[in-house]
Structures are given as structure tokens and as C-alpha cells.
T-cell receptor, first 116, second 111 residues
């Protein structure tokens, strides 16, 4: 069964350092999402891509966060500089297409970020 | 904006007990509704979904019915197992948009 891949699984960094997370969606999935999940909370959207285009990045802190999906396949999320409050689980999800509310989103295992 | 409210946990049950986790939503139009489950240290897995009013989603003994009149999507299971211990998230999605999640409910089942 195809899965969403993410790396690294765990990342510990010091504040003010740069970090990057990678996601490879299920093959053929056009839509890719990055969510942030703070401990004890539900995931919240950071950015949504349709192919290589950003559909929604309204909740992305653009002063320090950036995301790209250059060829419309895998994606990278970057934080520079990292702050203590960025400690969270970063989840990537993909779905086959943009149109249609019935599409299921498939999640990767996540990257657990700890900022010291 | 759209939102999801689910009962706070933790919910602690004995094996074979009946489970209900309440979920209500606020949304314009007719969103799709989902239950996701998260096991320790893992990502989210879809448990079940419903796309229109009165639809019943079911999977692995879990059920939830989309109730438009009460804006609810309560999760139920007749007999829980220790292996059901996890965090359960209720979520909604409008057409083509990201999921909006509740805060999650932790279920702990003891033998």
C-alpha cells in the first residue's frame, strides 16, 4: 500500500538555527498539505499545494517559514530561524485532487521537532 | 469560520465497554465529516468518513452518522479493545480545502 513519506522523523535543534523537513506524497496525488500539530491539539494547516502552486498559505508564518513543491511532486518545509514555540509535530498529507470534498487525505508519520 | 468541537478526554474504559465520543461542528454549507485516529508516535489514519446528511460511516466496528439537524458526528463502538487506545480526532472539510480538526480525545482501554 502506497504511503506518504516524511523525513526526518525526529529533529532537535537550537533556537535561531535553520531546519528543513521533506515530504514525498503518494504517487499521482496532486494536492499536498503541511499541518502543524502542537502537543495536545489537533493539526492546523500551514500550507496547501495543488501540483506546484500554493493554494492556501494564509496560516503560514512567512517571516520564518517557507515551503516549496518545485516539480509538483515532493515538498520541503523550512523554518529559519527556529523559535522555541515551533516545537511541534509537522505532518504532511496528500490527496488525489483538489476538487471534491470527498477526497481522503493520507497522512505521513510526521516529523517531531524540538527546539532548545 | 468553520470549527469542530469534540468532548475532552481522557476517556477511560474497560475492555468490551461501549464507547461514545461526541463531536459537533459549525460550518456553512455541507461539509464532509471525518474521524481520524492517531496511535502514539504515528501520523493520522482515516477511521471513517461521511459526505452527506444521514450518511453512516463505519470501519473496524466504529460507526458515526452525519446528523445535519444537530450538526453532530458522534463516534461509537459497541465493544472496545485494548488496541483501540489512541487519540481520536473529528474533522471537517469543505470542497477541496484542508481539514479542520477538533482538539482530539484520548481513549485509554484497560483489560
Amino acid at each position: 500500500e502506497a504511503e506518504v513519506a516524511q523525513s526526518p522523523r525526529y529533529k532537535i535543534t537550537e533556537k535561531s538555527q535553520a531546519v528543513a523537513f521533506w515530504c514525498d506524497p503518494i504517487s499521482g496525488h496532486a494536492t499536498l498539505y503541511w499541518y502543524r500539530q502542537i502537543l495536545g491539539q489537533g493539526p492546523e494547516l500551514l500550507v496547501q499545494f495543488q501540483d506546484e502552486s500554493v493554494v492556501d498559505d494564509s496560516q503560514l508564518p512567512k517571516d520564518r517559514f517557507s515551503a516549496e513543491r518545485l516539480k509538483g511532486v515532493d515538498s520541503t518545509l523550512k523554518i529559519q530561524p527556529a523559535e522555541l514555540g515551533d516545537s511541534a509535530m509537522y505532518l504532511c498529507a496528500s490527496s488525489p485532487r483538489l476538487a471534491g470534498a470527498t477526497d481522503t487525505q493520507y497522512f505521513g508519520p510526521g516529523t517531531r521537532l524540538t527546539v532548545l | 469560520g468553520d470549527s469542530v468541537t469534540q468532548m475532552e478526554g481522557p476517556v477511560t474504559l474497560s475492555e468490551e465497554a461501549f464507547l461514545t465520543i461526541n463531536c459537533t461542528y459549525t460550518a456553512t454549507g455541507y461539509p464532509s465529516l471525518f474521524w481520524y485516529v492517531q496511535y502514539p508516535g504515528e501520523g493520522l489514519q482515516l477511521l471513517l468518513k461521511a459526505t452527506k446528511a444521514d450518511d453512516k460511516g463505519s470501519n473496524k466496528g466504529f460507526e458515526a452518522t452525519y446528523r445535519k439537524e444537530t450538526t453532530s458526528f458522534h463516534l461509537e463502538k459497541g465493544s472496545v479493545q485494548v488496541s483501540d487506545s489512541a487519540v481520536y480526532f473529528c474533522a471537517l472539510s469543505q470542497a477541496g480545502t484542508a481539514l479542520i480538526f477538533g482538539k482530539g480525545t484520548t481513549l485509554s482501554v484497560s483489560s
